[in-house]
């Protein structure tokens, strides 16, 4: 069994392009054949000429490079055999990689988590899946999880697997679980983010300032200890800390994401004729219209009314609402999202004041022809007594995140144009009073609720919600506020850092580390050239080393990273 040197090597052996092996091998492991000892320093000239002569790029295994290495008797040369067969190189290499001669993605994935073993716990590939940020239940991952089932249910010991059955437990999933295991997600080091984001919450905890809503009775009922913060980035890396399970009612949260189905289902034009695009300066409850009376932008009640209206236009409420339902669940990727029919009703009872925004709105012909106001305001109690986790909020944040495509189903739930616009006016309209104050400081897209919830959007990385009862006097969440402060002072997610020159903050989505070890598997010359060539604008200098492992030979290329 071949065991490897360091988990550095082990991710970089992901990214080479293996094309053919070298000249002679006949071997049926996937390592070099056994090259005779040469001087470093030779090594390096040699290697250094193959990068600046273009002539040995089309002719890799020329006669310079032919003393180094041993033929086996009767091999034949890779060109030599392909002009004879007439066949291309790709249809040769998979040739090699059915025969066994190259190894499958399926075996690269195996000698990573076995690390030398010949059998695999699968409590050990389920840790080391953890830890890239995928789950278990992931919808993506679903055949590749009831094939592992089965496949246990059916082994000797019901524990471990050998490679052949790992193999058919993940060849359903292995471009995904590859690029997982190659840290290509968009946040690479998962595991030393989610340290730092534990962190944010743990200090965000012990603050007790604000109170818990109660102009509607069943919101007071919440207790003021409850704190949890949910993330799910745009490749579907999840993590949760606190109380991320219990229900809660999106109430504000729900305005972007209604905002959007209207104009997914209409379009800007058409949206825009009935309500603003402007932030109010005024509280988010005021009877109150801009010079065209209409609502200043759909995040304020009498926009969100209005918006209400725009959908389903025709249909029963019991219709429409079924139609907001079936999005939001496709936004969460099937993730919970009920209703809590006690806040329905407790809103209803005591919404006085939009009952009068909603008869002010009538007055000034605010609302399609044929509107009926009063089942618009039912729909509007309806909408904002919809229920998710913070789990589950996370994954709508991040299909906002994600450009209106759902990141653990793959699904396209909303259109980019819609994404654009719900995300703009987020920014400028999304947290009430505050909202020009979130966006100098946070600098994201957000939509706070009077439940205790933050909807954050980080376009194109992640999507957060955080939750927590007490509210400020804005009413925005003491602890949510807190929490996405502190988030942007330590990584560069504000829209206006520099991602390149801003040295005070951490950029998670680059990996960490001024060094890195790239492993070059079987390859033959051209291969190595094309891998340091296109490497070689990013790194200074280039020393070749030497493992052997059961009489063959590991070639580890340690590049130092040019200094910024």
Not at 119 to 124: Q, R, S, V
Not at 355 to 364: P, Q
Not at 416 to 426: D, G, H, I
Request: hydrophobic share 35%; glycine share 6%.
């Amino acid at each position: 069994m071949l065991h490897f040197r360091c988990s550095t090597v082990l991710k970089e052996l992901f990214e080479v392009t293996l094309k053919r092996p070298l000249s002679g091998s006949r071997q049926k492991s996937w390592l070099p054949t056994r090259c005779s000892s040469v001087d470093a320093s030779l090594r390096l000239k040699v290697l250094h000429a193959t990068l600046h002569r273009p002539g040995l790029r089309t002719a890799p295994c020329a006669a310079p490079f032919r003393s180094y290495c041993t033929k086996t008797e009767g091999a034949v040369e890779p060109d030599e055999q392909l002009k004879k067969d007439g066949v291309s190189k790709e249809t040769s290499i998979d040739k090699r990689r059915n025969a066994g001669i190259l190894p499958s993605l399926e075996d690269l994935l195996f000698y990573t988590v076995a690390e030398g073993q010949e059998t695999i716990p699968a409590h050990k590939f389920l840790t080391a899946l953890k830890t890239t940020g995928l789950r278990s239940g992931d919808p993506r991952l679903k055949e590749c999880m009831d094939t592992l089932k089965e496949t246990l249910r059916n082994s000797s010991d019901g524990v471990t697997l050998d490679r052949h059955q790992f193999k058919k437990c993940v060849q359903s999933n292995i471009v995904l679980l590859t690029q997982a295991f190659r840290k290509k997600f968009v946040i690479p080091d998962f595991q030393s983010f989610t340290s730092h984001i534990d962190e944010l919450y743990e200090s965000a905890k012990p603050l007790n300032e604000g109170q818990v809503a109660d102009y509607i009775p069943q919101l007071a009922k919440f207790s003021p200890d409850l704190w949890a913060v949910s993330l799910c980035t745009v490749d579907g890396q999840r993590h949760t800390v606190g109380d991320t399970k219990v229900p809660f009612c999106l109430q504000s949260c729900v305005k972007p994401l209604k905002y959007a189905i209207a104009v997914h289902d209409h379009g800007t034009e058409y949206v825009h004729s009935f309500i603003g695009k402007e932030p109010s300066g005024l509280r988010f409850n005021k009877l109150f219209l801009d010079d065209d009376d209409k609502p200043h932008n759909p995040m304020v009640n009498a926009g969100a009314i209005v918006c209400t209206s725009l959908i389903e236009q025709g249909a029963s409420n019991a219709e429409r609402f079924d139609y907001v339902m079936n999005f939001l669940k496709r936004m969460a990727g099937n993730e919970y999202v009920g209703f809590s029919n006690a806040t329905f009703q407790s809103e209803r009872e005591s919404g006085d004041r939009n009952f009068a925004i909603g008869y002010y709105l009538k007055e000034k012909k605010c609302f399609p022809d044929g509107t009926d106001m009063t089942s618009v305001l039912d729909f509007y109690f309806q909408l904002c007594s919809i229920e998710v986790t913070c789990e589950s909020a996370s994954v709508m944040a991040a299909t906002l995140a994600n450009g209106g495509i759902c990141p653990i189903t793959g699904e396209r739930v909303l259109s980019p144009e819609a994404v654009r616009n719900t995300l703009s006016l987020m920014h400028s309209c999304g947290m009430y009073d505050f909202s020009g104050q979130f966006a100098f400081h946070v600098g994201l897209p957000a939509k706070s609720g009077v439940a205790g919830g933050i909807l954050l959007v980080v376009p194109n990385v992640m999507g957060i919600m955080c939750w927590s009862p007490p509210l400020d006097k804005m009413g925005n969440s003491v602890r949510g506020i807190q929490f996405c402060t502190d988030l942007v002072e330590l990584f560069n997610f504000h829209n206006y850092d520099n991602l390149k020159h801003f040295a005070k903050k951490h950029d998670p989505r680059r990996e960490g580390g001024d060094q890195r070890q790239f492993f070059f598997g079987p390859m033959d010359y051209e291969s190595l050239q094309q891998e340091l060539a296109l490497k070689a604008p990013l790194w200074k200098k280039v020393a070749p080393t030497e493992s052997h492992q059961d009489s063959s030979t590991t070639v580890v290329y340690r590049m130092d990273k040019v200094a910024e």
